[in-house]
């Protein structure tokens, strides 16, 4: 072959091969540029600074008013039980009753030492009567009658002794019926009839606990505590954690108790290890619902001005980074993350970052690319 002509073939080929390739680079940008132009159809709301309530909720246990372990005053055996576990008692219903035989033979034996000891304080005054007439008429010498008056004095001092020996077996006596020092509701009882229990028993023989009101113990971080400080009206720290009103209680169902309650005691120091401090809110509880050892969790409801909401729908995580898309005057979405907000409920609240009629992507922003050009359309 004329290699010329090989030439012309060869040169003609690679201008076709090079003419077919421009073609398909500039076919993908026109197909790029035809993808990118476009529009994704999305829900769009608008941003406008408002009043908002934000909601914490922090975990919480519950204890009766009164959680009273009943424990003996003295030692013997169980010989009664007069209610079962659970049960309402009121203050000064008998509970148990423990065997007192011993008790009562010890008072019977302080009676009668008793008894004897009034007897010689009768002796001893009648010896001091009869020295005191002869001293003062001059038969005996006046040693006889201080004598006689240090025997009367020791009479007597022993009767009182033995007066409170008396009152002692008579407080034991009386121990042996342990009653209820507060009204509420009796706990587990361990021991029953013939066990020995004593006022060293590591175990008690109950827990009562008065559960008219209840008292709800939870934890605030240290930096709760001086926002609280710096933003609550009052003039104390305590005032101003008072001036919840009307805090709630949500229950072990994620429901609302049906009371509100109020704070009415901070703890007097931090823990260092968690950097918190305990405070107790009351509840009322006439329905007795609420016993010791419930849990829930408080919700403390504030009320902030001049705030963004952007509802949790139209958020998207992505590494521990909480973005939204944000649209600019082109409707071209960015996604931009959300920096010192607060969540409250289903919204996150923010006091910067956005400027007002700022418009973002209301739902779905995980499935819309970035830089996409958006046809807004109204939130369902």
Not at 215 to 236: D, H, M, Q, W
Not at 272 to 300: K, Y
Not at 349 to 364: C, H, W, Y
């Amino acid at each position: 072959m004329d290699v010329k002509k090989y030439l012309k073939i060869l040169n003609t080929g690679f201008l076709a091969a090079f003419a077919v390739f421009i073609m398909s680079c500039g076919g993908s940008k026109d197909q790029d540029r035809t993808e990118q132009a476009e529009p994704v159809q999305a829900e769009i709301m608008t941003l406008h600074p408002e009043e908002a309530v934000v909601e914490q909720t922090f975990p919480a246990s519950l204890q009766g008013k009164d959680n009273v372990q009943l424990r003996p005053q003295i030692s013997g055996y169980i010989d009664k039980i007069y209610v079962d576990e659970g049960a309402y008692v009121r203050a000064g219903q008998p509970v148990f009753r423990i065997n007192a035989n011993v008790y009562r033979e010890q008072r019977n034996t302080a009676l009668a030492a008793l008894e004897m000891a009034k007897s010689q304080l009768a002796s001893a005054k009648l010896e001091l009567d009869k020295y005191k007439v002869l001293t003062d008429n001059k038969v005996v010498a006046d040693f006889q009658y201080r004598k006689a008056k240090t025997n009367y004095d020791n009479a007597l001092a022993a009767v009182k002794q033995h007066q409170a020996l008396v009152a002692s077996a008579d407080l034991n006596v009386g121990f042996s019926i342990v009653k209820a020092p507060v009204s509420g509701y009796i706990g587990r009882i361990p021991n029953r009839i013939g066990a020995l229990v004593g006022p060293n028993d590591a175990q008690a023989l109950t827990t009562l606990s008065q559960v008219s009101e209840i008292y709800v113990y939870f934890s605030l971080p240290e930096k709760e505590i001086l926002n609280i400080n710096a933003t609550r009206p009052g003039k104390t720290l305590i005032e101003k954690l008072k001036g919840f009103r009307d805090i709630t209680l949500l229950l072990a169902d994620g429901k609302p108790y049906s009371h509100a309650g109020k704070i009415d005691m901070m703890d007097g120091q931090f823990d260092q290890n968690t950097g918190s401090v305990s405070l107790r809110a009351s509840f009322p509880n006439p329905e007795g619902l609420l016993r010791t050892g419930n849990t829930g969790r408080i919700v403390l409801k504030t009320i902030q001005q001049n705030v963004y909401k952007i509802p949790l729908l139209a958020t998207y995580e992505v590494q521990d980074k909480i973005f939204v898309g944000l649209l600019n005057r082109q409707n071209k979405v960015t996604r931009k993350a959300l920096k010192d907000f607060t969540r409250s409920g289903n919204f996150y609240l923010m006091k910067s970052g956005f400027a007002p009629d700022d418009r973002i992507v209301a739902n779905e922003l995980a499935s819309i690319p970035e830089n996409s050009v958006i046809t807004p359309k109204a939130v369902q």
